[in-house]
């Protein structure tokens, strides 16, 4: 029996004693330290000066999900009502500190703060404690739901869910805040099949589609301060703010929604990789033919394997008969509690073992194809959001490299087949070289562009720097294939591996077949030592994608000078934003 085999083999009593030992492996889980308030003689850092009495304010640990970005001890704020953060704007301008939104925290790049970077001048605001607000207008038209910037994407949906209504597209972690879901132009895995419309209401592209409103903090320059400002969708002032990557502070957001529906899930993990990523035109079970069919498809390709984890979502009113209905998110929890056959060959790989990656690959796999055995879910039903959101946040900690493709739909398959035939190739090379830089899997997803035509209000256009923003000198593209590689933190050879990939993808998917863009929460601008770091990529490559088939009014420079004239003293902002915007 080969590896890969024997690892899918794991029995359900194996699989589930395995799985529930798994929460005490070292380092895959988070805690945050204890809060040390202002005043208190145990604080380590020094105190903000006069800052306002009536605003809680703690010594806090910071740490982004991937854990590559810690910090122990940083000066978070709770703001309690939008007009604290005003305040606390007002307050950072004449004392010179900076002001940073803390939410999940759920992120790889550095938008919030800055590795190596002093936080002695800076504040974070806690926006998930009180500045989580959902309210729902069901009977609107079109119907909306209003959220304060630290609710979670699962509240929202939650609420949506209760009034009948729904979203085409979220990610699939739900205790995202809808603030930082916006910042980065979040996303989903929803795609249409052939000849699909959205339902009215909801957006087949990224979650800042949806916006109809939001209220920020901005300065008003000749009051001489910072204030809540209403932004409608029709305001050309907000299609810089609907993507800012963290140059302004969202307090609320007014978000369309449609009628909710029910959806089936599909689990497979027979189908080879060349057969599913095969080329334009090839038969059999493809990636192309499952987006023809069904739009809504991904797939996980753990290195060193023959078969994907490939699931295909569809729409279904009605319960199929093979088909196990779901009454809640996060079904497949075999890849939030990490099970012995994974953590065994995981901690050999962190431990510097790299040559036991194809074992490490073929337990990941292993888990999976068991796992979805051993629980019942290769076939599931329910509603839209039980669906969507399929990972918790203690799931394994990696980090990604890669972006999206901006192309038209029938240009899904070469793009797919490309990539995959290229990073076959190039891991094995490294491999006979006994070199592992990658030691997690492919993944692939699709959305469409940012279209304007389901905005069901009056739109000024779309968000300037959306990753799947559409480039108006080509209309006929309108499909984004998001694909990333991911891997474990500190790896040997990873940064430079991302960087090879990464330039790659920038020439290869460019001219008349198709755009590159990075993924602005997820790792890019790559060089040997890591991400964040290449000042050609920074400086040049990233505002091209912005600049290249857009307007001087819709692209990079309008949102930059956007952001300069609603914060022109930077006071949200950090430096490694002052160095790419």
Not at 281 to 290: A, K, L, N, S, V
Request: net charge negative; with cysteine.
């Amino acid at each position: 029996m080969s590896e890969q085999a024997s690892s899918a083999a794991l029995s359900r009593r194996g699989f589930l004693g395995a799985a529930a030992g798994a929460a005490a492996f070292a380092g895959l889980g988070w805690t945050p330290a204890g809060a040390i308030p202002l005043g208190d003689p145990s604080a380590t850092i020094p105190a903000p000066p006069e800052f306002p009495a009536d605003i809680p304010l703690a010594q806090q640990r910071f740490e982004n999900w991937a854990k590559t970005i810690r910090f122990d001890a940083v000066w978070t704020a709770t703001a309690r009502e939008p007009g604290d953060v005003v305040r606390l704007a007002n307050w950072a301008r004449s004392h010179g500190y900076r002001i940073r939104p803390r939410g999940s925290m759920h992120s790889w790049s550095p938008l919030t703060l800055v590795p190596g970077e002093s936080t002695d001048k800076i504040v974070l605001i806690d926006t998930i404690t009180h500045l989580n607000s959902v309210s729902v207008d069901a009977g609107g038209s079109p119907a909306t739901v209003t959220a304060g910037g630290g609710a979670s994407l699962e509240s929202i949906l939650s609420a949506l869910q209760a009034a009948g209504l729904g979203w085409a597209n979220s990610p699939a972690i739900g205790d995202i805040t809808i603030a930082g879901a916006l910042s980065i132009g979040a996303h989903g895995a929803t795609y249409p099949a052939a000849g699909e419309q959205a339902v009215p209401g909801q957006s087949f592209g990224s979650l800042s589609n949806l916006v109809v409103a939001l209220t920020a903090v901005v300065r008003n320059e000749a009051a001489g301060e910072y204030e809540l400002r209403e932004f409608h969708r029709s305001d050309a002032d907000i299609t810089p703010l609907l993507t800012h990557l963290g140059r302004t502070f969202v307090t609320s957001v007014t978000l369309m929604a449609g009628a909710n529906y029910r959806l089936r899930c599909q689990s497979f993990t027979d189908v080879p990789w060349q057969e599913l990523f095969a080329p334009p035109g090839t038969p059999g079970r493809t990636f192309e033919r499952y987006a023809e069919e069904s739009g809504r498809v991904e797939a996980i390709w753990f290195p060193f394997t023959e078969t994907p984890w490939l699931k295909i979502w569809s729409v279904s009113p009605d319960k199929p008969p093979a088909s196990r209905e779901v009454h809640g998110p996060y079904n497949y929890f075999f890849t939030d509690s990490i099970p012995e056959l994974v953590t065994t060959p995981l901690g050999q790989v962190v431990s510097g073992n790299q040559a036991i990656t194809p074992a490490f690959g073929a337990s990941q796999f292993g888990a999976v194809a068991a796992g979805l055995k051993a629980t019942g879910t290769e076939d599931l039903w329910g509603w839209s959001k039980d669906l969507l959101f399929y990972l918790r946040a203690t799931t394994l900690r990696v980090i990604a490299g890669g972006g999206v493709v901006v192309t038209k739909r029938e240009n899904i398959a070469r793009v797919i087949n490309e990539f995959t035939t290229w990073l076959h190739g190039r891991m094995g090379e490294y491999a006979s070289q006994g070199l592992y830089p990658v030691n997690g899997p492919f993944e692939v997803r699709m959305c469409t562009v940012d279209d304007q035509g389901e905005v069901l209000v009056d739109s000024a256009g779309a968000p300037n720097l959306s990753p799947v923003r559409p480039r108006p000198d080509r209309p006929d593209w309108d499909t984004a294939i998001w694909m990333n590689v991911v891997s474990l933190p500190g790896t040997e050879g990873l940064p430079a591996f991302f960087q090879e990939m990464e330039e790659w993808m920038v020439a290869n998917y460019s001219g008349d077949y198709a755009t590159f863009r990075s993924e602005w929460s997820k790792g890019w601008a790559f060089d040997s030592e890591g991400g964040y770091r290449n000042q050609q990529f920074l400086g040049d490559t990233v505002p091209a994608m912005y600049r290249t088939g857009l307007g001087s009014e819709e692209g990079w420079d309008a949102a930059r000078a956007a952001f300069d004239r609603h914060d022109p003293h930077r006071v949200f902002s950090n430096g490694f934003l002052d160095r790419l915007i």
